[in-house]
């Protein structure tokens, strides 16, 4: 998923970290070039479900314009959930 709006510099990476790892998922987050933060969660769908709809909320000094989300095949197999 990418998330654009004021999203970099409000600790957005961080808490969805955190959110991810309360839920159990696996996964990243990182910033993008352009301003925007990427994520890939990996998990149950109800639980990556959970962390979307934090993503579109994002943490307190966040403003989330848009959510572009993309259903993709895992991969590599990655193990916990980290910031990149």
């Known amino acids: 998923m990418l998330v654009?709006?004021?999203v970099q510099?409000?600790?957005f990476r961080e808490s969805t970290r955190?959110?991810?790892i309360e839920l159990g998922l696996r996964g990243w987050v990182r910033n993008t070039a352009d301003g925007?933060?990427?994520a890939i969660f990996e998990g149950q769908c109800d639980l990556v479900a959970?962390?979307?709809d934090f993503v579109r909320e994002g943490p307190p000094?966040?403003?989330?314009?848009a959510v572009?989300?993309?259903d993709q095949t895992p991969g590599e197999k990655v193990a916990g959930f980290r910031v990149r």
């Open 36 to 38: 925007r933060v990427e």
């Open 68 to 70: 572009e989300l993309e």
């Open 50 to 52: 959970a962390a979307l």
């Open 4 to 6: 654009s709006g004021r």
């Open 9 to 11: 510099g409000v600790w």
């Open 18 to 20: 955190r959110r991810a």
């Open 61 to 65: 000094h966040a403003r989330v314009d």
